[in-house]
C-alpha cells in the first residue's frame, strides 16, 4: 500500500519517483499534532476578509467546476487587488508600515504576489477572538474581517517547511517570541490555506480536484512551502490533461515565484500540447487561436509533423500577423520568442533568401539567422551530427532535424559551362524500413531553370512482380504545361570505398506533375538491400545523388 506520509516530490524522500534516488528517507508524519495544543507552543490566528467580488466569503475553489472558472476568478481578484491595494497605499501609508511587520521587503515588492499577506505578531486578546474580529488591525479604511480563525501550531514544524514561517518565527525581535500570530488572508484562500497547513504537518492534502489543488500551489507559493507545490505539481501531473489546462500550467511559472517547483508540471503541459497538436495543418484552426506559450511549446517539438520547415516559417508568420498586427510588436516577438523556434538550418536555400527581404524580422536578426543557417548547410555530415548533438543537450534545438514529411535536401547549383544541379538526398536505415511494403517519402523540392523538381524513394515491386524493392525517382512539380528536357544520373555512397557510384543514367522530356526514375536502383531484392551486412548503410544512412542537367 502506498504510504500516504511520503513527501513524493522532495529529493530526499521521492522513493516512489523514479525522477528521484531510491535510497531517500521518509519525511516525518506529524499529524496526530495538527491543531492540538498539546503539542503546540503557539496560537494562529486567521483572519479572513471578504473578496471584492465574493461578499458571502464563500471560498472560489467551490465555486470553480472547471479551470476555466478558476482562472477568471483569479484574474478577477487579482486585478481587483492591484486597485484596491493601489487606494490602500494612497489613502494612509503610515498605518501601513506601522500596523505590520513585513517579514521580507523584497518579497512584498515582488510583483507575482498577486494577493496580499498580511503577518502580525500580537499579545494574546483576553476576549473571545470573534467577538473582536470586528477591530480592524488598520487605523483606516480596510476591508472588513469577517470572520477569524484560530489554530493551535508549533512553530518547529512550520519553519521547518517554509522559510516564511522561519523568518517570522526568528527574525530576531522581541515580538518573534509572543504566542499569538496573526495572518490576513481572503476568504478565497481559506480552503488552500487550512489545506496547506494540514499538509505541512501529514504530507498530504485532502483535495483532489484541479481548481483545489491550483489553490493549494497558489498558497504554497505565498507561504513558500516548496515540498507542497511538488506535492500538487505531481497530482496535478497524473489529472487528465485538456489544452485548457494545459495553457494554464505554462503561465504558472511567471505566476508564482517558486517557478522550479513546478517545472515538471509545466514539462508535462508541453508534451501534452505538442503531441496533441503535432499535425498543424489537421489543428490548424485551432491552433491560430492559441496564445504564444502554446505556439512555443508545440513548435518546440521534434515531432511536428509538417512538410518542411519551410512549412514551419509560413506557419509562424501568419499567427503572428493575426496576433500581433503592430509591425514593432511583430518583430519584437520573432526576435524574443518565436524565431528561435524556427529550425533555420533546416529550411530551403530559396525561402532562405527570402526571409532576408521579409519585413517581419528585424535585418541584423535574420541577417544573423541565415548566415548561420548557410553555414551549417555547408559543413560536412559529421560535422553537422556534432552540432546537433551539442544542441540536444541544451534547451535550443535550432540544428536538431525534424520528422518532416519532405526529406531535406542538399543542392549545388550551376550555371557555366552547363546549367545544371546536384542534389543531395539521405535517408536514415529506419525511415527506409518504414517504407515497406508499398511506403513512399519524398524529398523537399529543388529548382532549376526556375522549375521545381523533388525526388521520392519508393519500396515497390518489380517489374516481373516477384519481390520488394528500392526505387527512386525524379519528378517535376506541376506548374502549367511547360516542356522541360533534362538528362539525369542516380548514384549513391557503397561500400567499402564509401564513394558515389553510378547506378542509373536516363533522359526525359518532363511535363507538370510527372516523374521518371527507376523501379529498382540497386538490382537487388528489398531483403538484401536492408540487410546489416547491405553495401548502401554506411553508420546507418542511406547517401543518394541526384545530377540533373538541362538539355539544349
Known amino acids: 500500500m502506498k504510504d500516504q506520509n511520503l513527501d513524493l516530490f522532495d529529493p530526499r524522500t521521492a522513493v516512489m519517483d523514479p525522477e528521484f534516488s531510491p535510497t531517500s528517507t521518509r519525511e516525518p508524519d506529524f499529524a496526530f499534532a495538527f491543531n492540538d495544543s498539546n503539542f503546540s507552543d503557539r496560537v494562529l490566528r486567521i483572519e479572513i476578509i471578504g473578496d471584492s467580488l465574493d461578499g458571502d466569503g464563500d471560498s472560489d475553489s467551490h ?45 512584498a515588492d515582488n510583483e507575482n504576489q498577486d494577493e496580499s499577506v498580511v503577518a502580525m505578531i500580537e499579545e494574546p486578546n483576553s476576549g473571545d477572538e470573534a467577538a473582536n474580529s470586528d477591530d480592524s488591525t488598520w487605523n483606516c479604511d480596510s476591508p472588513r474581517v469577517i470572520k477569524v480563525k484560530t489554530l493551535h501550531i508549533s512553530s518547529p514544524i512550520l519553519a521547518a517547511k517554509s522559510p516564511f514561517f522561519y523568518k517570522l518565527f526568528s527574525n530576531g525581535m522581541k515580538e518573534s517570541e509572543q504566542r499569538q500570530v496573526t495572518l490576513r488572508i481572503n476568504a478565497s484562500e481559506e480552503a488552500a490555506l487550512m489545506e496547506l497547513l494540514n499538509f ?35 497530482l496535478l501531473r497524473n489529472l487528465p490533461m485538456t489544452p485548457e489546462s ?72 501568419k499567427w503572428t500577423r493575426a496576433h500581433y498586427p503592430q509591425i514593432d510588436e511583430r518583430r519584437d516577438i520573432l526576435s524574443s520568442r518565436l524565431g528561435h523556434c524556427i529550425r533555420f538550418p533546416f529550411m530551403s536555400c530559396r525561402k532562405l533568401r527570402k526571409v532576408l527581404t521579409c519585413n517581419d524580422f528585424e535585418h541584423e536578426f535574420s541577417s544573423k539567422l541565415v548566415l548561420e543557417a548557410l553555414f551549417f548547410k555547408a559543413e560536412a555530415p559529421h560535422r553537422q551530427r556534432t552540432q546537433a548533438a551539442e544542441e540536444s543537450a541544451s534547451s535550443s534545438r535550432r540544428f536538431v532535424e525534424r520528422a518532416y514529411k519532405y526529406r531535406p535536401v542538399k543542392v549545388v547549383e550551376f550555371e557555366l559551362p552547363r546549367h545544371q544541379c546536384i542534389v543531395y538526398l539521405d535517408l536514415k536505415r529506419d525511415e527506409c524500413a518504414n517504407l515497406f511494403p508499398s511506403g513512399r517519402v519524398y524529398s523537399q523540392a529543388f529548382h532549376l531553370g526556375g522549375q521545381g523538381f523533388f525526388l521520392s524513394a519508393h519500396c515497390n515491386m518489380d517489374q516481373q512482380s516477384s519481390f520488394h524493392c528500392f526505387g527512386l525517382f525524379l519528378g517535376m512539380q506541376e506548374k502549367g504545361s511547360v516542356s522541360f528536357a533534362v538528362d539525369y544520373e542516380f548514384a549513391a555512397r557503397t561500400k567499402p570505398a564509401e564513394e558515389y557510384v553510378s547506378k542509373y543514367k536516363g533522359n526525359y522530356t518532363f511535363t507538370g506533375g510527372k516523374a521518371v526514375g527507376y523501379r529498382n536502383l540497386f538490382a537487388i531484392p528489398w531483403t538484401s538491400f536492408m540487410a546489416e551486412d547491405s553495401l548502401y548503410f554506411i553508420n546507418g544512412v542511406l547517401h543518394l545523388r541526384a545530377e540533373l542537367t538541362i538539355r539544349h
Open 200 to 234: 505541512m504537518y501529514s504530507n498530504t492534502l485532502t483535495t483532489s480536484t484541479a481548481p483545489a489543488l491550483l489553490d493549494v500551489l497558489m498558497a504554497a507559493d505565498k507561504f513558500e512551502v516548496a515540498s507542497c507545490m511538488r506535492y500538487c505539481s505531481r
Open 246 to 317: 494545459a495553457l494554464l500550467y505554462l503561465e504558472l511559472p511567471s505566476s508564482v515565484l517558486m517557478a522550479e517547483a513546478v517545472q515538471p508540471l509545466t514539462d508535462t503541459a508541453k508534451q501534452f500540447l505538442a503531441a496533441r497538436y503535432k499535425d498543424i495543418t489537421k489543428f490548424q484552426e485551432e491552433v491560430m487561436k492559441l496564445p504564444l506559450a502554446g505556439i512555443e511549446a508545440i513548435l518546440s517539438s521534434d515531432d511536428l509533423q509538417v512538410a518542411s520547415e519551410d512549412a514551419v516559417y509560413d506557419f509562424v508568420l
Open 63 to 107: 465555486g470553480c467546476h472547471s479551470l476555466a472558472d478558476w482562472a477568471r476568478n483569479r484574474k478577477r481578484r487579482r486585478e481587483d487587488f492591484k486597485k484596491e491595494n493601489a487606494l490602500d497605499i494612497t489613502a494612509c501609508p503610515e498605518e501601513q508600515i506601522i500596523s505590520c511587520n513585513q517579514i521580507d521587503s523584497e518579497d
